[in-house]
């Protein structure tokens, strides 16, 4: 596998904010105000990033003393879409400010991963910087099982010569499996996908979407696979049945329930957003694409999980106003262009200009 890669590999989701009710319960009135004004000022951030305003959010928190883990990880993913340069001497910040938090490290090694990326003389020093901080993080959080996958995908994605072995990530899944079985199930059918065993994979794939508890997410890291290996037709046929499933929901916030239906609709989200992507890849299924991502918006428009993890709105907009122009609805195409104006990334940019050029080519005709 390619350096290239390493970024989305090790890049793992952030949260922005920290709950506050027990605080609260206990702080007097002006701590319950200083608590409330951060907790206020960090949702206008969470916003503010999740419009893609990157420079608001970098000049807010650049200059802030005492930054927490969340201020950290916000800033350096707001300026790993600016400057990775600046993003490197945050994140080496973070761990010196925050040595013993094993996301700090899991921090640093994304950007490391995204400078690989970037970076043609320097990539394997910079990989070299991801797995150690990858490795420190497992030191410090040895009962952690995202440690142990991040690691993992590092020895899966990496070439030899920047420290990746297949021979250490089968070691990881064993790990892995000790603390989650069903974990251990996933990380093994990864293996066997990195490893051109796609026979192994598909068994153990076929009864983890058999297990109910198991089976939307087990299509959407299959489907997930397919797509990034142009087996559009079998990702397709993988992920599609997501569009159907209906999940019903759990009120109650911080219970076992809640937790196992946060991730899973997380999940069935994230299918409906691969759908969309197979159709706009493949330049086919471009009606379901169509459905998928309509309903990707709707439901990320509603739901109350945690949707940070997830790509944001703007991303589904953009990918549905090309499958509009495929289907030949240049006035939705039209529609959603209109409402991505703003600040972007330089690859979201290219994309939306794409789109732009082919809505007037297609207005003049």
Not at 200 to 221: C, N, P
Not at 231 to 241: C, F, G, N, R, V
Not at 310 to 330: F, G, M
Request: proline letters at 2%; a negative charge; aromatic letters at 8%.
């Amino acid at each position: 596998m390619k350096i290239s890669n390493l970024a989305a590999t090790v890049l793992c989701a952030v949260t922005f904010l920290t709950p506050v009710s027990s605080l609260n319960a206990y702080a007097n009135e002006s701590e319950r105000a200083a608590i409330e004004n951060t907790t206020a000022q960090d949702e206008a951030l969470k916003q503010s990033f999740e419009r893609d305003e990157f420079s608001k959010v970098i000049e807010t928190l650049k200059p802030l003393k005492n930054k927490t883990p969340k201020h950290y990880n916000m800033l350096i993913s707001a300026l790993m879409n600016t400057d990775l340069d600046e993003a490197e001497e945050a994140a080496e910040d973070f761990i010196h400010v925050y040595s013993n938090d094993f996301k700090a490290y899991h921090m640093h090694a994304s950007v490391m991963g995204a400078q690989a990326s970037s970076s043609i003389f320097s990539a394997l020093s910079y990989a070299k910087k991801a797995k150690k901080s990858l490795e420190k993080a497992v030191e410090i959080a040895p009962d952690n099982i995202a440690v142990y996958q991040a690691l993992m995908q590092f020895h899966l994605m990496a070439p030899s010569i920047a420290g990746g072995d297949i021979d250490e990530a089968v070691k990881l899944t064993q790990k892995i499996s000790e603390l989650d079985i069903k974990e251990g199930q996933f990380a093994l059918a990864r293996v066997y996908l990195e490893d051109g065993k796609e026979a192994e994979a598909k068994a153990l794939f076929a009864k983890l979407i058999e297990d109910e508890t198991t089976r939307i997410r087990g299509r959407v890291e299959l489907g997930s696979f397919y797509l990034g290996d142009k087996q559009y037709a079998s990702s397709y046929e993988i992920l599609t049945p997501l569009v159907d499933v209906e999940l019903a929901e759990v009120e109650k916030k911080g219970s076992e329930a809640w937790e196992a239906y946060q991730k899973t609709k997380s999940n069935l989200l994230y299918g409906k957003y691969r759908l969309g992507q197979v159709a706009v890849e493949s330049g086919e299924y471009t009606n379901v694409g169509i459905n998928a991502l309509e309903g990707y918006l709707e439901d990320y428009a509603t739901t109350n999980i945690d949707t940070e993890s997830l790509p944001s709105t703007k991303w589904a907009q953009l990918r549905l106003a090309e499958l509009y122009l495929n289907a030949d609805r240049i006035d939705e195409a039209q529609r959603m262009v209109n409402l991505l104006e703003g600040e972007h990334d330089e690859r979201f940019s290219k994309i939306l200009k794409k789109i732009n050029k082919a809505i007037k080519k297609r207005a003049a005709v």
